[in-house]
């Protein structure tokens, strides 16, 4: 059965660093997201891209964030300058069509120092 | 008022015991509805979608009350297996809002 991958599963960095998380959608999907779980809370919904471009984003996406679409296979979330509550899981996920099921990555769980 | 409201938990139930799980939202443009479960440190797995009309697959129901915008989940025959986080969620146009689950544990 097809699956979203995530690299790496984890991340540690200090604050401040740029980090890059990977992420590799089932190939078929059309529908991109990015959310985030910090320990012990909801999670959160960052962002969703489709045709290329950001349809939705939440509050939380601010400047210090951006997401890519490299090549025909990766999406990746960039944080541009790491803070201590940038501490969280990171779960991509994908869909194939806008009424489809998102299917969820396993997550990266990145602990900034 | 959050956006999407869960039972605080956690639920403890002997196996085999009949569970109900209640939500309600607050944007009443919602679209898509659904339950996902969570176990400890893992993604979020879709159980299933929820429509107006109640559905059911297997020991699992689905229930939707648009008016009250309310969401319901039951599990019947709950198994040890069953034990995990469950997260009612509900969608607007690409944006999927989680609430932030009830914890199940089921005693053998």
């Known amino acids: 059965e097809p699956e979203v991958t995530q690299t790496p599963s984890h991340q540690v960095t200090q604050m401040g660093q740029e980090v890059i998380l990977r992420c590799v959608p089932i190939s078929n999907h059309l529908y991109f997201y990015w959310y985030r779980q910090i320990l012990g809370q909801k999670v959160e919904f960052l962002v969703s891209f489709y045709n290329n471009e950001i349809s939705e984003k939440s509050e939380i996406f601010d400047d210090q964030f951006s997401v890519e679409r490299p090549d025909g296979s990766n999406f990746t979330l960039k944080i541009r300058s790491t803070k201590l509550e940038d501490s969280a899981m990171y779960f991509c996920?994908?869909?194939?069509?806008?009424?489809?099921?998102?299917?969820f990555g396993p997550g990266t769980r990145l602990l900034v120092l | 008022r959050k956006e999407v409201e869960q039972d605080p938990g956690p639920f403890n139930v002997p196996e085999g015991a009949t569970v109900a799980f209640n939500c309600t939202y607050s944007?009443?443009?919602?679209?898509?509805f659904f339950w996902y479960r969570q176990d400890c440190r893992k993604e979020p797995k879709l159980l299933m979608s929820v429509y107006s009309s109640g559905n059911e697959d297997g020991r699992f129901t689905a229930q939707l009350n648009r008016a009250s915008q309310y969401i319901s989940l039951l599990i019947r025959d709950s198994k040890l297996s069953d034990s995990a986080t469950y997260l009612c969620v509900a969608g607007r146009d690409d944006k999927i809002i989680f609430g932030k689950g009830t914890r199940l544990h089921i005693l053998p």
């Open positions: 944007n009443s443009a919602s679209q898509s």
């Open positions: 996920a994908s869909r194939r069509d806008s009424q489809g099921t998102q299917y």
